[in-house]
């Protein structure tokens, strides 16, 4: 089956500890976004990446960080400098072209305690 | 920049009501538009999309049209049940390739 999985679905860590959301695809897609949602609010782009070794913040970047070494993997990094990390974080990705939807994994859950 | 407004929720109907949530949008060029529906505890799921002006797209008994001249993509469904109980995002892609989303309408049908 073709698609996106993010791992875990469920993720609690101690504040100050940087935590990594793992996040890959097997639809030969180019592109590949994360988004951040809170209750009540629409996403919000962290980061995006519409080819390997190469990415761009979206509008929230600060206190995160990505790599993008292979096409099917895009992973997140939250560090202890995001002020407010506890969030459902999405991962999607596109064939990368205009006016191509994107395809979004199940999402994690981060809660920092 | 690209941006996308949503009407606010939640909305509340009963089954087999009319279904109407706004949606409007701010984009350089020719943007492709997109109605997202995300279900509990889910990631987003593509629900219908529209590439190019007077375009009308549909799935699931749910229509969208796009509409150039208002910068409108209004969701719309004749009967809605139960199951579409959900929050439901309109989102754009401009000259960047990257998805621009509304804040999401949350809509409850009851029997």
């Known amino acids: 089956d073709g698609g996106i999985t993010q791992s875990p679905k469920y993720l609690f860590r101690k504040e100050g500890q940087n935590v990594t959301l793992s996040c890959e695809q097997n639809?030969?897609?180019?592109?590949m976004y994360w988004y951040r949602q809170d209750p009540g609010q629409g996403l919000r782009l962290i980061y995006y990446s519409q080819i390997v070794n190469d990415f761009q913040k979206g509008d929230i970047a600060e206190g995160y960080s990505v790599s993008r070494e292979k096409k099917e993997s895009f992973p997140l990094t939250v560090t202890s400098a995001q002020k407010n990390p506890t969030a459902f974080y999405l991962c999607?990705?596109?064939?990368?072209?205009?006016?191509?939807?994107?395809?979004f994994g199940q999402g994690t859950r981060l809660t920092v305690v | 920049g690209d941006s996308v407004t949503q009407m606010e929720g939640p909305v509340t109907l009963s089954e087999e009501a009319f279904l109407t949530i706004n949606c409007t949008y701010t984009?350089?060029?020719?943007?492709?538009l997109f109605w997202y529906v995300q279900y509990p505890g889910e990631g987003l799921q593509l629900l219908l999309k529209a590439t190019k002006a007077d375009d009308k797209g549909s799935n699931k008994g749910f229509e969208a049209t796009y509409r150039k001249e208002t910068t409108s993509f209004h969701l719309e469904k004749g009967s809605v049940q139960v199951s579409d109980s959900a929050v439901y995002f309109c989102a754009l892609t401009g000259t960047a390739s990257k998805l621009t989303f509304g804040t999401g309408t949350r809509l409850q049908v009851t029997l």
């Open positions: 639809l030969n897609h180019d592109a």
């Open positions: 984009a350089t060029g020719y943007p492709s």
């Open positions: 999607a990705s596109s064939i990368g072209r205009l006016n191509t939807e994107a395809f």
